[in-house]
Antibody, heavy 121, light 108 residues
Framework: EVQLVQSGAEVKQPGESLRISCKIS????????INWVRQMPGKGLEWMGR????????NYSPSFQGHVTFSVDSSISTAYLQWTSLKASDSAMYYC??????????????WGQGTTVTVSS | EVVLTQSPGTLSLSPGERATLSCRAS???????LAWFQHKPGQAPRLLIY???SRAAGIPDRFSGSGSGTDFTLTISRLEPEDFAVYYC?????????FGPGTKLDIK
């Protein structure tokens, strides 16, 4: 069974750093991009960007470029989303979702369950 | 950036009725890269349609997608109680891969 399992909810203070994870199973890690999607409270879905696990090549949405970093650890089939200095406005639900590298048109077909990040002083 | 606009913002219908949701792009989107998602509270989004008109695995045939260029449509032929949710279109042909603002489908 294909699964993307995300790390648990986080509560942080402004200025702190954070890394959340997305561990995959049931398929070849390098064959699918990992996308990151944000949903702020009461708002819609926003594409943050994606990373290719085969070479760690990343594409960032301009809205998130410079504020977050994507990475992978292929030895444990895990993708990461990282902040070095959180802001209150980073409070949101974050989803990872896979998308085939070759058959890209098939879309983001499997999603993680989401990680809630709360940033508050 | 390709801006996607969805209409209506909210659609109130009864089970058994037909739902028609619209997604309009600010410039032409390759049909192969237009998808529709269903999102329910407390759950992850679910891929319904990819390539503008192809149903994802396990999606009932009451869901259908159509359109090309800048105008795309998601149709739910006969609403079931479990279909009441928020629906998003998304394009992944031009980075950044934008989502529309969503259409909330609620029970009348």
């Amino acid at each position: 069974e294909v699964q993307l399992v995300q790390s648990g909810a986080e509560v942080k203070q402004p200025g702190e750093s954070l890394r959340i994870s997305c561990k995959i199973s049931g398929y070849t890690f390098s064959s699918y991009w990992i996308n990151w999607v944000r949903q702020m409270p009461g708002k819609g879905l926003e594409w943050m960007g994606r990373i290719d696990p085969s070479d760690s090549q990343s594409n960032y949405s301009p809205s998130f470029q410079g504020h977050v970093t994507f990475s992978v650890d292929s030895s444990i089939s895990t993708a990461y989303l990282q902040w070095t200095s959180l802001k209150a406005s980073d409070s949101a639900m974050y989803y990872c979702a896979r998308q085939a590298v070759v058959q890209f048109y098939l879309g983001m077909d499997v999603w993680g369950q989401g990680t809630t990040v709360t940033v508050s002083s | 950036e390709v801006v996607l606009t969805q209409s209506p913002g909210t659609l109130s219908l009864s089970p058994g009725e037909r739902a028609t949701l619209s997604c309009r792009a600010s410039r032409s989107v390759t049909s192969a890269y237009l998808a529709w998602f269903q999102h329910k509270p407390g759950q992850a989004p679910r891929l319904l349609i990819y390539g503008a008109s192809s149903r994802a695995a396990g999606i009932p045939d009451r869901f259908s997608g159509s359109g090309s260029g800048t105008d795309f449509t998601l149709t739910i032929s006969r609403l079931e109680p479990e279909d009441f949710a928020v629906y998003y279109c998304q394009q992944c042909g031009t980075s950044p891969f934008t989502f529309g603002p969503g259409t909330k489908l609620d029970i009348k």
